[in-house]
């Protein structure tokens, strides 16, 4: 359970000034808030220092100035918005890999929200601040095209989940898109295999690579390593980031990424092994075009 305190800890997080009823607009706000706001990231899993992803430990990482990747903010986010009065749900998801087969296997939390209508019929909304570089605000749980700023979405029904749904933006990136299990899950326990999984297997993708993401009303931004791609309504811009200076300066300015979890020493080493997976990639990209 939120404490009033933590609520208003949270929402000040968010730069959002008041407490409202659960209405479609502050569910907007609160949503458009939360991912221009609170990056996705593996900078804990990186620097060997993962955070649990029960809901409170979720809730106090968003309040410290803190951040994390989908268990964690959908998590903590989710918690929020029933604190506030919503009703949510959660799904089991599974994020599409390019060149990978859709698939539903617990790697991604999916977060709906029910809400009447003007007419006092219950809608269902998608919401997702997990994933980065997807929606700004809500989605309809309606099979449809959606435009949000340069960027545009797809809801469809999901062909490996009966009765579930699935979502893509048509932009080129690492993912295709997401489908989520219609079934509603009670306990983060749920997630927990694949948690561990990302923080801890041989296999994980997070462990040797620094990636932090969000959203703006224009666009999104990733710093991928020391390659910063930047998303607008002009289309892709990316920018290599040479100096310990300049890629801080960067983290902390445009991803609102400050490190505050770490001291100076872990922030050179963060730094450090950054530089130098950037310096191994950069010649074996070289040597595969040389």
């Not at 502050?26 to 706001?37: C, G, I, K, S």
């Not at 998801?93 to 859709?102: F, H, I, N, T």
């Not at 340069?150 to 048509?170: C, M, N, T």
Request: net charge negative.
């Amino acid at each position: 359970m939120m404490t009033k305190t933590d609520i208003r800890a949270y929402l000040n997080r968010l730069g959002v000034a008041e407490i409202q009823p659960p209405t479609l607009a502050y569910l907007a706000e609160l949503h458009q808030a939360h991912v221009r706001t609170i990056p996705w990231e593996t900078v804990d899993i990186f620097a060997g220092k993962p955070a649990p992803i029960d809901v409170e430990q979720s809730v106090r990482l968003m309040i410290e100035g803190r951040s994390g990747y989908c268990f964690h903010l959908n998590g903590a986010f989710s918690t929020l918005l029933r604190a506030l009065g919503y009703k949510v749900s959660w799904h089991r998801g599974g994020v599409q890999p390019l060149g990978e087969a859709p698939r539903v296997n617990g790697f991604h939390i999916g977060v709906t929200v029910e809400l009447a209508n003007e007419a006092g019929e219950a809608e269902t909304w998608i919401v997702d601040a997990g994933l980065g570089d997807m929606p700004l605000a809500p989605l309809p749980l309606r099979a449809g095209i959606y435009e949000q700023g340069p960027l545009i979405y797809r809801v469809a029904a999901s062909e490996v989940a009966k009765g579930g749904w699935r979502l893509e933006h048509q932009v080129p990136s690492s993912y295709v898109g997401v489908d989520y299990a219609p079934e509603v899950v009670t306990g983060m326990e749920t997630f927990e295999p694949q948690h561990e999984q990302y923080v801890r297997s041989p296999s994980s993708p997070w462990i040797q690579l620094f990636l932090v993401r969000h959203r703006h009303a224009e666009g999104s931004n990733e710093l991928r390593g020391c390659i910063w791609s930047r998303r607008d309504r002009d289309g892709l811009t990316k920018t290599e980031l040479q100096t310990r200076s300049q890629w801080f300066e960067v983290l902390g300015d445009v991803f609102h990424e400050p490190l505050v979890r770490y001291d100076r020493q872990e922030r050179d080493e963060i730094w450090r092994k950054v530089s130098r997976l950037h310096e191994e990639w950069k010649r074996a990209k070289a040597a595969t075009h040389g």
